[in-house]
């Protein structure tokens, strides 16, 4: 398959590292449908199933080489939505916020005609509620073009 334009729909899953303690290894699926405009590419993404879903959309802005196959790209999420702690599940939405920046870069695997790679967040907290601290957090995911298995 020729992979130098990537525009199209793709079907993903990225997992959650130790940064998220008691959700390590939890996998959250998810779809995106991009359009490739020379070496950058936008889009839309969209939570499916598994851990973590958002019911909001997810703007995607990128650059991708197909001269060496690697992908860099950043995900928005349309309103702030987070976990309430590190340990708990439960989740609050801020409809006055855009959602953090989520960063990916990875690679083509040409023989597996997927691209794969680690994803970062980067989480503003306070301790002792006045002292600014920022948290990363992130995994590993993957993405192939929907329909192919």
Known sequence: MDMTDISGKYDGVLTYLKGYRNFAGKKLYFEMDI?????????TARDSSGFGVQDKLAKVKGKYSSEDGV?????????????KSFSSDESVEDTSQKGLLIIYEGKLIPEKIEFSGTWEIKIKVKLFSFIPWTVRC????????????
């Open 35 to 43: 359009k490739k405009e020379g070496d950058n590419f936008t889009g």
């Open 138 to 149: 992130g995994g590993i995911w993957k993405m192939k073009k929907a329909g192919i298995s």
């Open 71 to 83: 992908i860099v790209f950043a995900k928005q999420y349309e309103t702030l939505v987070a976990f």
